[in-house]
Every structure is written in C-alpha cells, then in structure tokens.
C-alpha cells in the first residue's frame, strides 16, 4: 500500500514544489489547552483520516496509524541501508580496479540489496495483512481507494511546510 514512490518523495522533494492542496495545519493540529506541539502529526493525522474514511472506532483507528508507523519506521531503516549499498556499487564501479575484482567485491554487496530488497518485500506484505485484517471486505476496499490519496495529501502537506521554513 505504501509504496516506494511515497518514500522515494519524501526523501528527495523538489526545493520548488508547488503549494499543497492540504493545508499544513490540519496535519500539523494540536489541542488549543496543549501549549507543546504534538510529537506525533502524521499517526495522529493517519488516525483521523482512517476514523472518517473507514467507519471505525478510534481506537482501530489507532492501532492501525501505530501499524503503519511501525512499518514506516522499519521501511525507512531498510531504504537508508539500500541507498548505501547503491551508493558503494557506484563507487566499486566507478574505481580502476578491474572488472573482475569489481565483481568479487560488488557480489557480497548485491547478495545484501537483494536480501533488503526482498525483506521490503515482505514487510509490506506483513503490514499489509495486518491492518486488513480487523477490517470487513467493504473497509478493505475504501481502505485501498484512499492510501494514495491519503499519502498524497502527506506529500503536499510535508511540502508546504518544508516551503515555509525555507521563506517560499
């Protein structure tokens, strides 16, 4: 459901993206009597949206935003580890030794990002099952029809505010 391209955004975003759709304050609410901004926007902000959109309780709506906070965690972890690892092939590759010492030194390295990879794979499986299932069928449908547009308005609103610190 998450998919690399939401990662991929939120590690490399354009310095002059347009303004968001989503208005940063929404994401980034706070209780009025609470003077210490929230630690935790996102799963809040996640919470919300999967309340109003799935039809369940708060507090499934809760357990699922920690789920994918988890997930979240775990998949960023994996993808530092694999932009590593691309940016050591680039340097083997890109060094005078020959390709055939290349290839001994890159193979312990490509059997490692295939291992990653495959780990990605299968984190998000595991996720995936795990927030479907305390959901009935029609939950899992609306549930699938609104990640992109809920990891979409996290873009836009991560975006604005990145905007905003830079004076744009």
């Known amino acids: 459901m998450i998919s690399s391209l939401l990662l991929a955004g939120l590690m490399a975003q354009a310095p002059g993206a347009p303004a968001a759709r989503l208005a940063l304050p929404t994401l980034m609410a706070q209780e009025p009597e ?7 926007p996102l799963l809040r902000f996640r919470a919300q949206r999967l309340k109003e959109g ?3 309780t708060q507090a499934q709506a809760d ?15 994996r993808q530092r580890q694999i932009a590593a690892l691309r940016l050591r092939f680039n340097d083997i590759l890109m060094g005078p030794d020959s390709e055939e010492h290349k290839g001994a030194v890159i193979k312990p390295l490509l059997d ?33 029809l609104m990640v992109d547009d809920l990891n979409r308005q996290i873009l836009d609103a991560l975006r604005e505010r990145r905007q905003q610190r830079r004076g744009f």
């Not at 609470?34 to 935790?40: A, E, H, K, S, V």
């Not at 699922?64 to 998949?75: K, L």
Request: hydrophobic letters at 35%; proline letters at 7%.
């Open 34 to 40: 609470d003077p210490q901004p929230d630690p935790r």
């Open 54 to 56: 799935l039809g369940i």
């Open 112 to 144: 490692q990002f295939m291992e990653l990879r495959q780990q990605q794979e299968d984190a998000r499986h595991r996720f995936e099952e795990d927030i479907r299932a305390g959901l009935t069928p029609a939950q899992q449908a609306r549930l699938i």
């Open 63 to 77: 357990t699922i935003a920690q789920r994918w906070a988890r997930f979240d965690q775990e998949h960023f972890t």
